[in-house]
C-alpha cells in the first residue's frame, strides 16, 4: 500500500517560531504537494514539486517556503509562523498528472 | 489557469434519496484529468475515481456514477440511495497534462450529510 506519512497529527506553536512540518512518501513518487485545508475554502496548493530539488508555487506560497532534497521527503516550512495560518495542513504524493494522489492524515496546526 | 468550483457548500439529504454533486472545472489543455475524492469525519481523503479528457463515458460503480460533459465542463457525482455512511466531505480535482505541469488543483467541496 502506498503510504504518506505526516511526522505530526497536532502542532501547537507560539507566533514568530520557525515550524518544520515534515511529509515521506514510500512509493518512489516524482509529485509532491502540500495543501492546506480551511472551513469553506478547501483545499489550497501552497507548493508542489516534481523532482528533487525542484518545487513550484501554488495559490497561496506566502509566508512558506519548501525543501526536497530527497525524492521521498518533503518539508513545508513556516518561517515566521502567525496566527492566519492555524490550519489543517495536507501533504500528497502522485506519479505524475494522469494519476491520483495518495493524501497523509494531515496535520492540525495551531499558533497561539 | 485551471479551476475547479463546486457551488454547493452543503446538502442534507435523508437516507435512500439520490443526491447529485456538482463539479464545473476550467482549464486550456486538451489533455487533462478529473477526480473526486471523499474526506470522511476521520479526515484522510480517498480517492474515487479518475477521468481522462478524451473518455466521457459515464462510470458507475455501485451506488456510484459519474456523468462527464465536456460541452459544460462539469464532471458530476451522484450517489443512489444514499446512506449514513456516505457522510463526508467530497472534492473534485483537476489535472492538466501540459500547461501546469503535475499542479492538481482541488473545489471548495461539498459537505454531504445523510440522515438517518
Known amino acids: 500500500d502506498v503510504k504518506v506519512t505526516q511526522s505530526s497529527r497536532y502542532l501547537v506553536k507560539r507566533t514568530g517560531e520557525k515550524v518544520f512540518l515534515e511529509c515521506v512518501q514510500d512509493?518512489?513518487?516524482?509529485?509532491m504537494f502540500w495543501y492546506r485545508q480551511d472551513p469553506g475554502l478547501g483545499l489550497r496548493l501552497i507548493y508542489f514539486s516534481y523532482d528533487v530539488k525542484m518545487k513550484e508555487k501554488g495559490d497561496i506560497p506566502e509566508g512558506y517556503s519548501v525543501s526536497r532534497e530527497k525524492k521521498e521527503r518533503f518539508s513545508l516550512i513556516l518561517e515566521s509562523a502567525s496566527t492566519n495560518q492555524t490550519s489543517m495542513y495536507l501533504c500528497?504524493?502522485?506519479?505524475?498528472?494522469?494519476?491520483?494522489?495518495?493524501f497523509g492524515q494531515g496535520t492540525r496546526l495551531t499558533v497561539v | 489557469a485551471q479551476k475547479v468550483t463546486q457551488a454547493q457548500t452543503e446538502i442534507s439529504v435523508v437516507e435512500k434519496e439520490d443526491v447529485t454533486l456538482d463539479c464545473v472545472y476550467e482549464t486550456r489543455d486538451t489533455t487533462y484529468y478529473l477526480f473526486w475524492y471523499k474526506q470522511p469525519p476521520s479526515g484522510e481523503l480517498v480517492f474515487l475515481i479518475r477521468r481522462n479528457s478524451f473518455d466521457e463515458q459515464n462510470e458507475i460503480s455501485g451506488r456510484y456514477s459519474w456523468n462527464f460533459q465536456k460541452s459544460t465542463s462539469s464532471f458530476n457525482f451522484t450517489i443512489t440511495a444514499s446512506q449514513v455512511v456516505d457522510s463526508a466531505v467530497y472534492f473534485c480535482?483537476?489535472?492538466?497534462?501540459?500547461?501546469?505541469?503535475?499542479?492538481?488543483?482541488f473545489g471548495e467541496g461539498t459537505q454531504l450529510t445523510v440522515n438517518p
Open positions: 480535482a483537476l489535472s492538466e497534462e501540459e500547461t501546469s505541469g503535475s499542479r492538481l488543483t
Open positions: 512509493m518512489d513518487h516524482e509529485n
Open positions: 500528497a504524493s502522485s506519479i505524475g498528472p494522469r494519476t491520483e494522489a495518495f
